[in-house]
Nanobody, 116 residues
Framework: EVQLVESGGGLVQPGGSLRLSCAAS????????MTWVRQAPGKGLEWVSA????????SYADSVKGRFTISRDNAKCMLYLQMNSLKREDTAVYYC?????????WGQGTLVTVSS
């Protein structure tokens, strides 16, 4: 069974940092690009960042560029999102998703709340 399980969300003050993790299982992780997507309260889905299977190509939404870093450890089947200089508008449920152009499999999400 293909599974994606996110962790690492929580409450953080503006300007703070968090690292999200996503544990993948049930497929050959290194064969797939991976994406982070978020959904703020009451808003639609927003694509955040993506990384190719080898980990040497990444892309970011303008809203997070320079603050967030996506990475992966193919040996551990893990995807990460390092989030620095967090802003209140980063508050959202963050989803780990298999794929890049086609988002095939979604995790359950982890909530990030940026508030003082």
């Amino acid at each position: 069974e293909v599974q994606l399980v996110e962790s690492g969300g929580g409450l953080v003050q503006p300007g703070g940092s968090l690292r999200l993790s996503c544990a993948a299982s049930g497929f050959t992780f290194s064969n797939y690009a991976m994406t982070w997507v978020r959904q703020a309260p009451g808003k639609g889905l927003e694509w955040v960042s993506a990384i190719n299977g080898g980990g040497d190509s990444t892309s970011y939404a303008d809203s997070v560029k320079g603050r967030f870093t996506i990475s992966r450890d193919n040996a551990k089947c893990m995807l990460y999102l390092q989030m620095n200089s967090l802003k209140r508008e980063d508050t959202a449920v963050y989803y780990c998703v298999r794929g890049w152009k086609f988002l095939e499999v979604w995790g359950q999400g982890t909530l990030v709340t940026v508030s003082s």
